[in-house]
């Protein structure tokens, strides 16, 4: 017999779309909630650095407001809420020099943070008051995942260790990809583009919790250690501190994902390198993320799914292709739009393109995918370890 809940899901089970929109660029406010474990004893340590922090925070562009609670049953707990206009000046900040120094007078007396990023979809109050500004939207609608959580971490290498960079990297056994009973390790991509490394994960369930799994993984150490000869930003893993900053400074965020409303199990993976003129990279990010979410309504296009990551004028694009690169440069560079590829030329570092930048300025897209594409170190899944 058919019960009343078993007629009700079955059809909306089957409606469901396959498209999935992740994107920080809505324009609806942000709320960063972290939640931080202070050392026994330290607490008016970490008040006096905290107060210090906030006064510098509220000069920051984009930030609204925010909010410092203690736990009522374990003093060692604190929670710190803020509110910003959008999510891209919190990640500018978030991402910059400026805020590796700004925190820096926390971590000796933190014991462990937690960072959590939300975008105001509804909140309580005067419905009858006017309209609010552009500036305190609320995201328009709920958006629909996949149930993974992208990431990536880039540094670079002394030049000329590329090769033996790049074969540390490949030769390496991989963790175990259960992590707990909720989070699994779901894939791992390495690329390089010159004398930079790019390592995107695909993680199920808790990413921090991921993260640390890794980390601690004897083979993933030993791969560390190894290429920390070649790093050109020196690192001891050995120090907590030392580490932190270097780990902190090679965050490269996912802004934006999207997926077509289709299989696509033959598709490779690749990933394209546009650094971005100094200033520019989150709106040059912006640009491809508008160009990936018309190609994902166009059934002709190969690209299937495209994860850009940006932090300062670091923009990378990994996109899963059908048929290879090559066979649909322009769709595989994200530049259907004339218009829009014209002021991509505007918002490329050229020189660090490749010569002047010439191939896309003159419109040889097929060169220029050549300059932006990055080399495959390794792509492995569960399946493969």
Known sequence: ?????????????????????????????????????????????????????????????????????QSIDNPSQWLITSEWESAPPFLAWVSSEEHVQMVKPLHGCVRDTRSLRFHIVRETGDRTAAPE?????????????????????????????????????ANYASPEAQVDDTTRLCRTSLFMHGNRVVRAIEVQGDLL?????VSRQPEVRAVEEAINPYLEQDRDLGDPESARVFFTRAALPAVHHVTADQECPEAERHALYYPAREGCGMRLARLLAEQDEAA?????????????????????????????LDRDPVRSLGLQDPEQAAELTTLLDRAA???????????DLARFLTLARMGLVTDRRPAEA
């Open 1 to 69: 017999m058919t019960t009343t809940s078993e007629r009700v899901s079955e059809p909306l089970t089957r409606n469901v779309s396959k498209r999935v929109s992740q994107s920080v660029f809505d324009g609806s406010r942000l709320r960063v909630v972290l939640l931080v474990d202070v050392y026994d004893g330290a607490q008016q340590q970490f008040l006096e650095a905290y107060e210090q922090l906030c006064s510098q925070v509220a000069s920051v562009p984009g930030h609204v407001s925010d909010q410092l609670c």
């Open 133 to 169: 500004p552009a500036q305190r939207r609320l995201q328009f609608s709920p958006r629909i995942g996949d149930g993974r959580i992208r990431h990536a971490l880039t540094f670079t290498v002394k030049p000329g260790s590329e090769q033996t960079v790049a074969g540390i990297l």
């Open 209 to 213: 919790a991921a993260l640390r799994h």
């Open 296 to 324: 994902a309504d166009d059934p002709g296009s190969p690209v299937c799914g495209s994860t850009i990551f940006q932090r300062d004028d670091i923009v990378v694009r990994l996109i899963d292709v059908r048929g290879g």
């Open 353 to 363: 393109v490749g010569a002047d930048g010439s191939a896309l300025k003159s419109g």
